[in-house]
């Protein structure tokens, strides 16, 4: 793993401890990097009232957004007990809408701690998004 990957899980990983999930104790961190080369972060955020929480590439999402960006040029995430962790069809969705065909979604593998690296497109095939909307 390079770098510049490990540093983008590295702020996953300080997101996923931050997490607050006091009911299903299944804490998840998200990072971001943009274009611009800054990294954002995200934790899930559960409520009592269960659909009121939010995952941590929402978070993540919102975050970045707020900071005026508006492209996601990779994003990493990590569960902490579950490795790897895939996103939610909604954060799939989600990241779709920030994405374009270079971006990249990447897990950790908790066998051997090394990264498994899909397109948005291979996780969201045939997705709706802006374009539909032209």
């Known amino acids: 793993m390079n770098n510049a990957l490990k540093a983008l899980f590295d702020v996953a990983d300080s997101a996923a401890k931050q997490a607050y999930a006091p009911y299903s104790k299944f804490s998840v961190g998200a990072a971001i990097r943009t274009p ?14 269960y659909p009121a929480g939010t995952c941590a590439e ?44 270079a971006t990249r979604v990447h897990l950790r593998d908790g066998a051997n701690g090394e990264a498994i690296t899909h397109s948005i497109d291979a996780l969201l095939p045939h997705a709706f998004g802006p374009r539909d909307l032209a």
């Open 58 to 101: 929402a978070g993540a999402i919102a975050a970045m957004v707020a900071a005026g960006e508006t492209r996601i040029t990779e994003i990493a995430i990590v569960g902490l007990k579950s490795n790897p962790c895939y996103p939610c069809g909604a954060c799939r969705q989600r990241i779709f809408e920030f994405s374009d065909a």
């Open 36 to 49: 611009s080369g800054d990294i954002i972060s995200g934790c899930n955020v559960e409520n009592a009232a």
